[in-house]
């Protein structure tokens, strides 16, 4: 497993690296070996330091891990960082495995979609049916059970995941309340459908 350890205008020296290392390395090697490659990024907005932590889990799965605090210093910052990931793998070590096995059983199904951004600071009078759109890019869709939805946007620390239920094969999004709960959008047939395959 390689650790890249690098500073947005931040001086990481060799005693912070070597922190990283030692740190990710128990923590990942406790909960996983599907991990190749980790990025740590640190930078620092004001007064306050910042430790991104970014990976993918396996080759495969398309699971990123990810997790980013902020604190006074840069230790801080990154300790709380690498214990949010500990927190996350040691709730889904065992569904990570049980998703690496299920995607061995079938090929990765995935549907491309449009992804834009959208300027929000645009006051045209005229914008009508099309907003100014600042950014695209093409993302994929993939199945997944309603679990796993959840997985991969808790790991990947996201606030929202759209994806396509794997017991419908429709599209549905999941997104964090501001109270901490999950909510699950889908079409009224679809959670029918999901209530009987969890059943079964």
């Given at each position: 497993?390689?650790?890249?350890?690098?500073?947005?205008?931040?001086?990481?020296?060799?005693?912070l690296t070597q922190h990283v290392e030692e740190k990710l390395a128990g923590i990942l090697s406790k909960y996983i070996d599907r991990i190749n490659m980790v990025n740590v990024v640190f930078s620092?907005?004001?007064?306050?330091?910042?430790?991104?932590?970014?990976?993918?889990?396996?080759?495969?799965?398309?699971?990123?891990?990810?997790?980013?605090?902020?604190?006074?210093?840069?230790?801080?910052?990154?300790?709380?960082?690498?214990?949010?990931?500990?927190?996350?793998?040691?709730?889904?070590?065992?569904?990570?495995?049980?998703?690496?096995?299920?995607?061995?059983?079938?090929?990765?199904?995935?549907?491309?979609?449009?992804?834009?951004?959208?300027?929000?600071?645009?006051?045209?009078?005229?914008?009508?049916?099309?907003?100014?759109?600042?950014?695209?890019?093409?993302?994929?869709?993939?199945?997944?059970?309603?679990?796993?939805?959840?997985?991969?946007?808790?790991?990947?620390?996201?606030?929202?995941?759209?994806?396509?239920?794997?017991?419908?094969?429709?599209?549905?999004?999941?997104?964090?309340?501001?109270?901490?709960?999950?909510?699950?959008?889908?079409?009224?047939?679809?959670?029918?459908?999901?209530?009987?395959?969890?059943?079964?």
């Amino acid at each position: 497993m390689k650790i890249i350890v690098s500073g947005h205008k931040v001086d990481v020296g060799t005693s912070l690296t070597q922190h990283v290392e030692e740190k990710l390395a128990g923590i990942l090697s406790k909960y996983i070996d599907r991990i190749n490659m980790v990025n740590v990024v640190f930078s620092k907005e004001g007064h306050a330091f910042r430790a991104d932590i970014t990976s993918n889990i396996g080759t495969h799965a398309h699971i990123t891990l990810q997790a980013r605090m902020e604190a006074a210093d840069a230790y801080t910052a990154f300790d709380a960082a690498a214990d949010k990931v500990a927190k996350q793998l040691r709730r889904y070590k065992r569904q990570i495995t049980n998703h690496h096995s299920r995607i061995h059983e079938k090929e990765l199904a995935l549907h491309a979609m449009m992804h834009y951004v959208i300027d929000a600071e645009d006051e045209s009078d005229e914008k009508g049916d099309n907003p100014l759109i600042i950014a695209e890019d093409t993302s994929h869709l993939e199945h997944l059970t309603v679990p796993d939805a959840v997985m991969r946007m808790d790991l990947g620390d996201l606030p929202a995941l759209m994806f396509i239920n794997d017991a419908t094969e429709v599209v549905n999004v999941i997104y964090r309340r501001p109270d901490g709960n999950i909510a699950w959008l889908a079409p009224h047939a679809t959670v029918g459908a999901y209530k009987k395959s969890a059943a079964a």
